[in-house]
């Protein structure tokens, strides 16, 4: 294979995985402290719809991808009231924060279809970008791929190497057991709710300001779900959510180069369509089987109200 | 047993008091769980906590420590009115606790385990040194590194009580601490807390062992129904005296008749060896044990030697390789599932309460369901008799004296105590031909305990071969035919308990008892 269709096809598969790198690690966060938040698809497109029409307003998209963080948090706040202070049941709030969601940006985002924004030039890093075959894939890209590289490492050093890190995951494992040591429960939940909020706000303005320029009604297209996937898929480890992230982008521009191609292929395209999502769901799955990891990396008390003893 | 000679306390110290309670009242929906409840402790002073299951002890433990609020009553502290309003405004007052339920974290390390309740960013290696010479120093062996999920319940009560010790607490609570420690440990344990309370750390003491409570408290406080019943100094009292203020009567004594031994075997441990799931486990190795109808055999250890693998195996909660290393009435059943086990007459007393032995968030009716449904015919063609079921679960509730709300109670809405009598009952009630029960009356008072020890024996009486699994020797002394030891995941022969004594057991508990590997290396011995 020519290198150059290899450096244009891991282009896209590092802008492609990119919205679901910055969401479902944003969604880990807040699973690990025992928050199960169903409305990511919703978020995500809260935040698309929220950045696009700042952008196109303003000129900026840098107040855009603000503007997209503030929806997604907004949304995570709503969601936080109800299971978090009133204690709604988690899955149903979740579900109708992702109704809520489409449907609102849906009418929000009327005005903005059929405008195109201009696209953001990437930024290329000195050096690095100068290297064969990888450096102009990897060292030529949009901001915000830079920004979801460091966001992965800070979760991780949050998670593993933090005290906060420590506390979260104490949280999502017996929230009991860190009320009676003294930690705020609930209030440690809603800043994970929250960061993971901002985060589906970011991914769906990666998508509306940044990956296709354009607002579409559903253009968020089940990336919030898939995100959701990899986080319980990948055992709630952060470079297995990577690792996933990238496998369905991969997945997805190798099927799109297929499909476009036209190499004859005896199967339907929309076979081919769906080959990402349940080829990362495969793989994880495998990958990730081990009970004993999904037992020590499971937050227990995932989607459980908590209700302090007074 | 602790202390053959007991050193009686020296006299209650003086001075201002550290901690004054003015009639403490809360009230629960359904119970007044304390009625106006005074109490006093000053510096230095350890003062016990005593009474029943139900008596009020822990939710009252629980205002101080500010994990619940009082419904009236006043709280003083070295002087100042205060509303301790969170655990962590009373571990800043200089409050800790050591919890008889545990409030530890499974998936997370010993270390990262304390390092949760300590204030400031403690370094973690500095820290896992610290816990290692805290565990040497007060005799609470264990190993920083491992995983709390993996712990025994003896050893996460270490760790609870290190925890709380890293903190230096001017008051220091302890709910049940010694109920799975060894002799020797509470011997060191005490030596610890004589040595904080000589320091000026104040402490309080709840336990149901009359005898320690003589041993090591200057003063007594005694509960009963949510009512302070009497106070006294305890080394001036007998232990009768003082059961008689906790349970309003003379102390019950548990009937033994000689067994009618000679039995054919209902279980049998041939050969049995299983290595551990988890790394930091306990191997099991060859073990041979025979258990005749009608006689109770006891299994001795310090906690982390095994037991908790012994059982999942025996159980079928982790079924082996082979067929043959366990055999229930003949049938060889190593490969078993729990439920094919119980079809074949066994019955199993898991040590976890909520969580192994019940469903925390299931009704007692149907809990019982869980384990009977066969065994005490609660279902009618493949679905489930709900009158049966809750007439099966009001029987037992009667005639176990369990108190509690009804078959509809939810399982966590019970005491230890309680509860523990609920499991036995639904078990004993199944008629099983083998019964596994480990660690009967944990964390469990003087009154439930020698009824559950006394239904135990009976249940002997009709036949049933019975294993028990427990750290207290005292317990097994009390009940068992037989006594055997597992030390390092290797049980020792068996001795009529007429013709051993806790001297020669605890040696063994080390594991050097005749015929073991001279030079083999016990873990986590005391």
Same mark, same amino acid.
């Given at each position: ?107 929000? =985002? ?24 990888? =450096? ?5 890209? %949009? ?111 190798? %099927?799109?180069?297929?499909? =476009? ?8 395209? %929309? ?32 989607? %459980? ?6 | ?20 309670? $003015? ?21 230095? &002073?350890?003062?016990?906590? !005593? ?56 998936? !997370?390390?010993?270390? *990262? ?23 040497? $120093? ?18 996460? #009560? ?8 890293? #903190? ?7 709910? +049940? ?19 904080? /309370? ?15 409570? *003589? &041993? ?91 037991? *908790? ?8 909660? /982790? ?12 049938? &060889? ?6 439920? #094919? ?19 925390? $968030? ?35 509730? /009667? ?62 009486? $009709? ?7 427990? +750290? ?5 002394? +009390? ?11 290797? !049980?020792?022969?068996?001795?009529? /308990? ?5 001297? +020669? ?14 030079? #083999? ?6």
């Amino acid at each position: 294979m020519e290198a150059n269709l290899f450096t244009s096809m891991l282009f896209a598969t590092v802008v492609a995985g990119t919205p679901l790198v910055i969401v479902a690690l944003g969604l880990l966060v807040s699973e690990k402290s025992g928050v199960l938040n169903l409305g990511a698809e919703g978020m995500m497109a809260m935040g698309a719809v929220a950045a696009f029409a700042v952008t196109h307003e303003t000129g900026s998209p840098w107040l855009g991808v603000l503007a997209g963080m503030g929806a997604g948090m907004v949304m995570a706040f709503l969601f936080g009231i109800l299971v978090l202070s009133l204690m709604a049941n988690q899955v149903a709030s979740g579900l109708a924060l992702s109704i809520f969601g489409v449907g609102l940006s849906a009418f929000v =985002g009327k005005p903005f279809e059929s405008v195109a924004l201009a696209a953001v030039p990437p930024i290329r890093l000195p050096f690095l970008a100068d290297i064969p075959v990888i =450096g102009p894939a990897l060292y030529n890209q %949009q901001a915000l791929v830079y920004f979801s590289w460091a966001l992965m490492w800070a979760v991780v050093w949050f998670l593993y190497r933090s005290r906060a890190g420590l506390v979260l995951r104490a949280v999502g494992e017996a929230p009991g057991s860190a009320h009676s040591i003294g930690y705020p429960v609930i209030r440690i939940r809603y800043l994970a709710t929250l960061f993971g909020g901002a985060m589906a706000g970011i991914g769906g303005a990666f998508l509306s300001v940044f990956y296709t320029p354009l607002w579409v009604e559903g253009m968020v297209a089940g990336r919030g779900w898939i995100a959701l996937a990899l986080v319980v898929f990948a055992t709630w480890r952060p470079l297995r959510v990577i690792v996933g992230a990238y496998l369905f982008g991969g997945v997805m521009i190798a %099927q799109l180069f297929v499909q =476009g191609s036209g190499m004859e292929i005896d199967m339907p395209s %929309q076979v081919l369509s769906s080959l990402p999502y349940w080829a990362t769901i495969v793989v994880l799955v495998i990958i990730s089987r081990n009970a004993a990891t999904i037992r020590l990396n499971a937050p227990v008390s995932l989607g %459980q109200p908590y209700r302090a003893d007074t | 047993m602790t202390n053959p000679t007991p050193q009686a306390p020296s006299a209650p110290p003086d001075g201002p008091p550290r901690l004054v309670l $003015r009639g403490i009242r809360k009230v629960y929906p359904s119970v007044v769980a304390n009625d106006g409840i005074d109490l006093t402790v000053r510096p230095g &002073e350890i003062h016990a906590v !005593l009474g029943e299951n139900g008596a009020g002890k822990s939710t009252l433990m629980k205002i101080i420590y500010g994990v619940t609020r009082q419904t009236e009553g006043e709280i003083e502290w070295e002087g100042k009115a205060v509303e301790v309003d969170s655990p962590a405004h009373a571990r800043s007052l200089g409050i800790g606790m050591v919890f008889q339920h545990f409030s530890l974290f499974e998936t !997370l390390n010993v270390t *990262q385990n304390v390092a949760l309740a300590l204030p400031g960013k403690p370094d973690l290696k500095a820290l896992a040194k610290q816990i290692e010479e805290v565990s040497q $120093r007060y005799g609470l062996p264990v190993d920083p590194r491992r995983m709390v999920h993996a712990l025994s319940v003896g050893e996460r #009560q270490r760790v609870e009580i290190i925890r709380c010790l890293l #903190q230096s607490p001017r008051l220091l609570i302890m709910d +049940e601490p010694t109920s799975v420690l060894t002799p020797q440990a509470v011997r060191k344990l005490f030596e610890t807390l004589r040595q904080l /309370a000589a320091e000026g750390c104040s402490i309080l003491y709840i336990s149901h062992k009359l005898d320690e409570i *003589q &041993e090591l408290c200057h003063t007594a406080t005694v509960l009963r129904g949510g009512k302070v019943t009497g106070s006294c100094i305890p080394s001036q009292e007998t232990p009768a005296s003082m059961a008689r203020l906790m349970i309003g009567k003379d102390l019950p004594v548990c009937e033994h008749g000689a067994s009618t031994s000679g039995g054919e075997t209902r279980l049998r441990l041939a050969g049995l060896s299983h290595a551990s799931d988890d790394p930091f486990g306990t191997d099991l190795r060859d073990i041979h044990l025979d258990v005749h109808a009608g006689e109770i055999v006891g299994i001795a250890g310090v906690s982390g030697n095994g037991q *908790q693998e012994l059982l999942y195996a025996i159980s079928g909660e /982790a079924p082996l390789a082979e067929k043959f290393p366990v055999q229930i009435c003949g049938i &060889e059943a190593g490969r078993m599932t729990p439920d #094919q086990r119980r079809t074949a007459g066994m019955g199993f007393v898991p040590e976890e309460r909520l969580g192994r032995g019940a469903v925390p $968030r299931m009704s007692l009716a149907e809990n019982a369901l869980l384990t009977a449904h066969t065994g005490a015919g609660l279902l009618k063609s493949g679905l489930i008799d709900f009158a049966a079921m809750e007439k099966f679960s009001a029987e037992c509730i /009667a005639a176990y004296n369990v108190k509690c709300g009804g078959p509809g109670a939810e399982a966590k809405s019970l005491s230890g105590g309680n509860l523990q009598k609920y499991i036995m009952g639904r078990e004993i009630m199944q008629s099983p031909k083998v019964l596994v029960v480990a660690q009967p009356t944990w964390g469990v008072d003087v009154g439930a305990a020698a009824f559950i020890r006394q239904a135990l024996i009976e249940l002997r009486d $009709r036949g049933t071969a019975i294993l028990v699994i427990s +750290e207290e020797l005292d317990e097994l002394f +009390e009940i068992s035919d037989r006594i055997a030891v597992i030390a390092n995941g290797r !049980l020792s022969p068996s001795k009529p /308990a007429a013709e051993t004594n806790v001297e +020669e057991i605890g040696v063994w508990m080390s594991g050097m008892w005749p015929g073991a590997e001279a030079a #083999q290396e016990v873990s986590h011995a005391a």
